[in-house]
């Protein structure tokens, strides 16, 4: 097995970091091997926003649930989608079609971009030796991580990247089952089928659950998946993106 393939089924979030700092090298190679992802049509757009002070990590923190990872780390990202240098670009060219950045296409070609970016950045920073969680519940208030990180309008935070050396490294996560993910030719649809790998997959997990938390826990993944998506959380975001000239048209 090749080390990239080796690194990327390593795989495993990091909430725990030793007190250390990344080098601005590793901080710069991190942002050249997330600048080097595919990207629609060259646009490149996405922003990463270094969150170095510290008064702003523990805000942040506070609105990611108070998870301590995000203030104590090597280093903190924020990828947002961004076309706020695209709407200077019109003005650059002479033209008055800024319009068009309101568009849904476009904002899923920023949320795209932003990701392939991130996940380029995750890669680089776990083949260095160091350890990665992503943060979405900077979503809790994205106008405060708006406020806090000063951001324009057309510049979108999206998520969080926290990077370190990893302090402790909790067992792999198992993923559902392959057949389960990748579809040959067309989308299968075989509901019996579909349940009888939920369950086989509900059983692999609770048995990580119970090996982890010493019989504490014995959550299956149907049960955690509809508790999660049976909270109405974050419904602010449909009009706070469009506040901000996101998906308007």
């Known amino acids: 097995m090749n080390p ?3 690194t990327i089924l390593s795989h495993r979030s990091i ?53 301590r990872h995000v203030a104590k780390n090597g280093h903190l990202f924020v990828f947002c989608a961004d076309l706020y240098r695209h709407r200077i670009a019109f003005e650059m060219e002479g033209e008055q079609a800024v319009k068009n950045l309101e568009s849904t296409e476009l904002f899923m070609v920023a949320l795209i971009d932003a990701a ?3 996940q380029n950045a995750a890669l680089a920073a776990e083949s260095m030796g160091l350890g990665i969680c992503y943060i979405g519940s900077l979503r809790n208030d994205l106008e405060e991580v708006s406020r806090i990180l000063d951001l324009p309008d057309f510049v979108l935070p999206l998520f969080g990247l926290t990077v370190g050396y990893p302090a402790k490294i909790n067992e792999q996560k198992p993923r ?26 509900n059983e692999t997990v609770r048995s990580y659950y119970r090996k982890r938390t010493g019989g504490l826990r014995a959550d299956t993944w149907t049960g955690q998946a509809v508790k999660t998506l049976m909270k109405n959380e974050r419904l602010y975001v449909h009009d706070y993106i469009k506040k901000k000239g996101f998906n308007k048209i």
């Open 116 to 118: 392939l970016a991130a």
């Open 4 to 6: 990239v393939v080796e």
């Open 15 to 67: 909430r725990d970091f030793e007190e250390k700092k990344l080098t601005k090298e590793q901080i710069e190679t991190i942002i050249r091997c997330a600048q080097a992802a595919s990207t629609s049509s060259f646009l490149q757009a996405y922003s990463i926003i270094g969150v170095t002070d510290e008064e702003k990590k523990a805000r942040l923190a506070e609105i990611a649930s108070n998870q």
């Open 176 to 201: 559902l089952a392959l057949e389960h993910i990748y579809h040959e030719n067309g989308y299968e649809k075989d509901k019996n089928k579909y349940i009888e790998q939920l369950r086989a997959y």
